[in-house]
């Protein structure tokens, strides 16, 4: 077994354990299950513990250098030690489930990713985000419609300062949504200007085209009229 084996057969396993822990946690921060499933809940979010877990163990494993890969890849053992992190993984969605396909050049293929990523970033932090304030003293984000808010403008890098975390834990996952934020807005701006250059270039290409084909046809119409003139001359006068 490679490394590079072993990462393709667990991209998609560790999708849906991501999906899945997601979908547990949006709904014991917003929906509040019954006690009675509150041991199935524990014993389900146990056994995606020790899929990531396992899996961090056999990368490492597989790794050559170690020690570099572990320096490289310290993100992976947050979402091992820290489950707030591990939702992280549904960005591995966008290219797993054939999104990107839908648009056939690459600029479509970046704007499709720079939507879909910067939608599971919102909905992520938004739940993230109620999660540590709701029930924080003189909180301000308060309900899921709060919390969609303050992630929209957040990673919009609007910021109205109407919503803001009161929590050292909500303001770790501001400074996240920030960076992520300005990172995307940066991703925007190249896609876009990359577009532009290339437009001008395009239109800079096609006018020495067209210069080009100007004397050629100005020497075919002088030759037409040295033809017609020849002819004129061989013909006798009455």
Known sequence: MTYERWTRLSEWPLAVAALVFFGIYAWLVIGQPPLVLAVAIEVLLVLIWVVFAVDYLVRLSLAKPRVRWFVRHLHLLAIVIMP?????????????????????????????????????LILIASVAILDVE?????????????????????ITTVGYGDLYPVT???????????IAGIALLGSVTATFASWFIERVATSNDEEPA?????????QSAAEASAASNRASGGTPSA
Request: glycine share 8%; aromatic share 12%.
């Open 84 to 120: 707030f992190f591990r939702p992280l993984y549904l960005i591995r969605l966008v290219s797993l489930v054939g999104i990107l396909s839908k648009a056939s050049a690459f600029r479509g293929q970046v704007t499709m990713y720079l939507v879909t990523t910067s939608s599971l």
């Open 168 to 178: 050292t834990a909500g303001r770790i996952v501001a400074g996240g949504l920030m």
């Open 210 to 218: 067209e210069v080009a084909q100007r004397p050629g046809e100005t």
């Open 134 to 154: 709701q029930d924080a003293p003189d909180a301000l984000i308060t309900t899921f419609g709060d919390a969609i808010w303050w992630a929209f403008v957040t």
